[in-house]
């Protein structure tokens, strides 16, 4: 209960160390064990506790009296502990407490201000502090931290210490001071009050983090002064506006689809040859569809695509780019009658649709090396598809055409007609064996000029 009621008393302290330092007052307890702790006749001993020690260091730099006061007397500071009533929090609560937090109370002729308040106006207080000798000196006396820091380097550091005090003591053989100011080797430990201010001092013509630090190792230094530095340029806003490019990510293949219209991509290619091409790939055996639109409008879109679903199924998965016709009500409302997942791809990133993207190129400088060839652009488109979906695709497995694949069989083209038909002789001469026996069918000759009957199956008359 005594440690309790002193880290109260610290709490307290430390809240309004901006109205009570360098003043006298009188702090009021109805502990009466504190006297012997932190009144004028302190008397710790060496197996008090060590918060115990460093909570009546800390109240050293203050000028108070310590009273002791029955717990009778104290009721307007037990009054909320012991009329709590079980009660529902209220809806509106929080705004009642604003409304009645937004109040100074005047207390010995200083204004009470809220700490919202003040943080509101400790940007603008920031800036016009200057930055001198006698600033930091003043500065550090008013930190806590810091101002036990001096009384450790005057009179020498404790055996075990807090953890707001950790990242002093690694460096503590680092740490001296010269005129009431803390230095880290030949660097001045700035108070936190201050830091704001050097963060700003240091960012002046607005410099890279890594700039800074290495101005900052030459005059400064507090504990995590490297990581502050990086997040007050990440959070400068002119600076993020006007630094260049981040370095690309890692490229995120798509999954492999397992089955052909498991996932498709489409795309617009055009306006070429004065037309627009519709263009549909199937994600798992590349085989393409190539439509000629008219117009590109989402009805129109629907009815191209329905000609091919209807031939082949509909997709599990159809990605696009940020079209208006792929974004359309209309067209979301198509694939989800259909079940059909729409993804469309990042903007201003078409890898995202890469495999529709490449097509498109493949498509454009193909038909133009056909420019000089005879016949129409829908001729020469057909031509084209045709020759993608019988070529081997070096993408797929066992280097297999996309009609493999996609229609389970080769295309027959003209060169396959060379190939010899050998290999087709023995399954043809098997069926013919098993045929003959089946029936007891025995080989027969004519002679040119013989009579034969024709057996003619009876017809019924009609």
């Keep these: 209960m005594t440690e309790k009621e002193t880290q109260a008393l610290s709490f307290v302290v430390k809240k309004l160390h901006r109205y009570i330092y360098g003043r006298h007052f009188t702090l ?12 004028p006749k302190k008397n710790l001993s060496g197996y008090a506790a060590g918060r115990l020690e460093r909570i009546a260091m800390m109240l050293g730099k203050y000028d108070f009296t310590l009273e002791w006061v029955p717990a009778t007397k104290m009721e307007h500071a037990d009054c909320l502990s012991r009329l709590l009533e079980e009660r529902q929090m209220l809806e509106k609560e929080e705004v009642v407490i604003a409304q009645v937090c937004t109040e100074v109370e005047e207390v010995d002729g200083i204004s009470m201000i809220l700490d919202d308040e003040l943080d509101a106006g400790m940007s603008e207080t920031v800036k016009n502090l200057d930055l001198t000798t006698e600033t930091v000196r003043n500065e550090t006396e008013s930190d806590p931290i810091l101002a036990t820091i001096c009384y450790w380097l005057k009179n020498g550091w404790p055996t075990k210490i807090g953890m707001d005090f950790e990242s002093f003591a690694r460096c503590k053989s680092k740490l001296s001071m010269d005129q009431g100011i803390i230095l880290y080797e030949d660097r001045v430990v700035v108070p936190e009050s201050l830091r704001k201010k050097v963060l ?22 507090w504990p995590n002064m490297d990581k502050e530095i990086t997040r007050f340029v990440e959070n400068c806003c002119d600076c993020q506006v006007n630094q260049k490019m981040p370095i690309k990510r890692n490229l995120e293949p798509w999954p492999i689809a397992k089955n052909p219209m498991d996932r498709i991509h489409i795309d617009f290619a055009g306006p070429f040859y004065g037309k627009m091409f519709l263009l549909v790939i199937d994600a798992c055996s590349k085989f393409p569809f190539i439509q000629i639109m008219k117009e590109t409008t989402a009805g129109e879109t629907i009815k191209a695509l329905e000609a091919v679903f209807k031939e082949h199924g509909y997709p599990k998965l159809l990605v696009s780019d940020n079209g208006p016709q792929f974004k359309s009500e209309k067209f979301e409302g198509y694939c989800k009658n259909h079940g059909i997942k729409c993804l469309n791809s990042a903007p201003y990133h078409p890898q995202s ?27 020469k488109l057909d031509i084209f598809l045709y020759e993608n979906r019988s070529t081997p695709n070096a993408q797929l497995p066992e280097n297999k055409t996309p009609a493999e694949v996609f229609l389970g069989r080769k295309l027959r083209t003209k060169l396959a007609d060379l190939k010899p038909v050998g290999k087709l002789e023995k399954p043809k001469n098997k069926m013919e064996y098993y045929f003959n026996r089946h029936h007891g069918t025995k080989s027969k000759e004519f002679e040119e000029d013989e009579k ?3 057996f003619q199956p009876m017809k019924e008359p009609k």
């Design 353 to 379: 649709n890469g495999q529709a993207e490449r097509f498109v190129d493949t498509m454009k400088r193909t038909l133009k090396k056909m420019e000089n060839e005879d016949g129409s652009i829908q001729e």
């Design 28 to 39: 009021r307890t109805d502990h009466q064990a504190l006297l012997s702790i932190l009144g």
């Design 200 to 221: 700003m001092e240091l960012h002046q013509g607005h410099p890279g983090s890594c700039r800074m630090k290495m101005k900052a190792r030459m005059n400064v230094y």
């Design 452 to 454: 034969v009957w024709v």
